[in-house]
């Protein structure tokens, strides 16, 4: 019987198991998840809630689940509904009753919303540093060449002499605006909904204060009904890697074109090129031409968040589930 089946006489179909279960999606926050559930048992212990020994068995068995996930001595269960579930079952089975009293003051709404947020600002961190990375290797690209000359264009046609630095600076502030672009947002992500329950808050003395300081957030959020139902920074980020996929392909279309024949600028490098099976003279810029065509698919993530979240009422509805697959694949 699921943890939520104290009402229910029999078990759910296993079609309707198999329909509902999203842990093939949300099992990859498990650190977060994890990592949420020790700064609301800090919380529950300080605030007199659960005993300190019953929190110091919370602690322990939970660090040790990470541990074996980590090390790769226990897997993730996909039958188990989602990686909340799964982390609890594991935990009350290791350590018994005690386990059953980490979701005290809390609801898998407020849950999985921390452990999105928690998630999405690593990943946010991890896109900037790519960025940057790709800015310090535009900016070297453009000193070697501050004396090379190509032709600008206004509608694809020539129009006046630039130097090529010139030209790829360009690029380095599109992507600084990216880099921009994900600090609001995650100055936006950044604060911490633990504590809203399903959508009305608890009647427990809880400290929301003390768990968004020690999940690294600014600040709690406002409103309980907002904060289990909000994907405003989902959709916030969805944009800002939309936007960026776009600079890649505005710059992998200008690659594709200048290592054309008819163009003849640059020469790919054959680490980065592919060739043909029946066409040997061919070098085809396949890196460039994929960059290009996965910012369709990054797109497709966008309109789908978007029409996903257009028709919801207050609060939580278990549509937000699809709010997962489409951001995960755009920040990978």
């Known amino acids: 019987m699921k943890l939520w089946g104290g009402r229910f006489n029999k078990e759910l179909d296993k079609i309707a198991n198999d329909f509902n279960s999203s842990i093939a999606v949300d099992g990859r926050m498990y650190r977060e998840d994890i990592t949420g559930s020790i700064a609301h048992a800090t919380m529950l212990c300080e605030a007199g809630i659960i005993t300190e020994k019953d929190f110091q068995k919370i602690k322990e068995g939970l660090e040790a689940i990470l541990e074996d996930i980590e090390s790769g001595k226990l897997e993730i269960d996909l039958e188990a509904e989602d990686i909340h579930m799964f982390v609890e ?19 898998r709404n407020d849950q999985v919303a921390v452990d999105l947020r928690l998630h999405l600002r690593n990943e946010i961190g991890k896109i900037m540093e790519a960025l940057i990375e790709l800015n310090k290797t535009l ?33 380095v502030q599109m992507f600084t605006r990216d880099i921009t672009r994900l600090l609001d947002c995650r100055s936006r992500l950044n604060e911490n909904p633990l504590g809203s329950g399903a959508l009305a808050t608890t009647t427990y003395p809880i400290n929301r204060e003390r768990t968004a300081e020690l999940l690294g957030f600014d600040r709690p959020t406002k409103n309980s ?16 890697i939309s936007t960026a996929m776009m600079h890649f392909s505005r710059l992998s279309e200008e690659v594709i074109l200048w290592s054309s024949q008819e163009f003849k600028f640059i ?3 054959d680490a980065y090129s592919t060739g043909s099976s029946i066409m040997p003279q061919k070098k085809n810029p396949d890196m460039a031409e994929l960059a290009r065509g996965k910012t369709g698919r990054v797109y497709g993530n966008l309109l789908g968040a978007l029409t996903m979240m257009k028709g919801l009422p207050l609060a939580y509805n ?8 489409g951001i995960f694949d755009s920040v990978d």
Do not use: W
């Open 89 to 107: 079952q594991e935990l009350t089975n290791r350590i018994g009753n005690p386990g059953k009293k980490l979701h005290t003051a809390r609801s």
């Open 139 to 171: 900016i070297q690209l453009a000193a070697e060449n501050m004396d090379s000359v190509i032709p600008g264009y206004t509608h694809l046609q020539v129009a006046q002499p630039v130097t090529f630095a010139h030209h790829i600076m360009a690029y």
């Open 225 to 240: 009904l907002d904060s289990v139902s909000d994907r405003d920074f989902v959709l916030e980020l969805h944009f800002c």
């Open 267 to 269: 020469d790919l490098d």
């Open 318 to 325: 278990k549509d937000l589930q699809e709010d997962k697959e």
